[in-house]
């Protein structure tokens, strides 16, 4: 069993420390776990409270939500890009952004479209609030911590009108890139070797698709809102993805999860 502490431990220590969503695989935690994982660099476990006030995380770096990663006395990286950037100075080898400008800048956009803003988890995530919301009784305002998330990443009608479309969009991308890849006799999004957007891929197919309960034992409740049942965006995730994720996690990562 891993070993967690609190945001007011892990802030004096030196080393690497990851602030992480306890309780539920939140793909951009466990996007940040796998790029760590897939460098050998080993990391301490910071807890925050999804949706939660978390002032001790607000004081130390300006903010409160997971993941962060901190390294020795360095200024905390709070986003997606910054935390990949870090994981490749700690530990050059293997690679996962490419050196080549015209790969690196392939590899980064498919990165940004899975993990950024309005890309295929942010969308998919106003998708799930929007589910929880649709759950409520009628007149029941939504839990302090749900409102609170839905007003930080933008929950509207409008948005929610738009996002299955973009999901598909990248959906599309991703297997069509894969696709042209293994008719090269390739396994990987780009190139001979796993990159960043592989780990990213993997982390945040759990919101199509989760793992196998034996591998990623989860609460029933968030495990039904993770799934996908929209008919259209279901047909998108297709096998060849989702085998895609499964061998990121046998050949890089960690299983079963612990979270």
């Known amino acids: 069993m891993v070993h967690w502490i609190d945001v007011d ?3 004096p220590l030196p080393g690497l420390r990851l602030v992480l969503t306890r309780g539920v695989p939140g ?3 466990e996007a940040a776990k796998g ?7 080993p990391f301490v476990r910071v807890r925050q409270e999804g949706g939660g006030e978390n002032r001790g995380l607000r004081d130390w770096t300006g903010q409160t939500s997971a993941p962060v990663a901190a390294w020795n006395d360095e200024p905390p ?4 890009f910054g935390i990949l950037f870090l994981a490749e100075r700690l530990a050059p080898e293997p690679r996962l952004v490419p050196e080549d400008a015209a790969e690196r800048v392939l590899v980064l956009g498919a990165c940004r479209e899975i993990v950024g803003e309005l890309g295929l988890g942010w969308c ?3 998708m799930i609030f929007d589910q929880m919301l649709a759950s409520l009784p ?5 839990p302090e911590g749900v409102a609170r998330m839905c007003t930080k990443y933008g929950w509207s009608k409008a948005a929610i009108a738009a996002a299955p479309g973009r999901i598909a969009g990248i959906l599309r991308v991703l297997d069509e890139r894969l ?3 293994e008719d090269r006799g390739r396994l990987w999004l780009f190139g001979d070797a796993p990159c960043a957007a592989d780990v990213y891929w993997a982390a945040f197919a759990a919101m199509f698709e989760p793992l196998p309960e034996e591998v990623c034992p989860m609460p029933r409740s968030v495990r039904k809102l993770y799934r996908v049942t929209d008919p259209a965006l279901r047909r998108l995730v297709e096998p060849r993805l989702l085998g895609l994720r499964d061998r990121v996690y046998e050949t ?5 999860l612990e979270f």
């Not at 009628?138 to 939504?142: F, I, M, Q």
């Open 179 to 181: 696709r042209a890849q």
């Open 77 to 80: 990286r709070t986003t997606s």
């Open 138 to 142: 009628e007149g029941v305002a939504p």
């Open 27 to 29: 793909p951009w935690g």
């Open 252 to 256: 890089l990562l960690e299983l079963p």
């Open 9 to 11: 431990e892990a802030r």
């Open 124 to 126: 998919r995530r106003l």
């Open 35 to 41: 790029i760590f994982q897939a460098k050998g660099l």
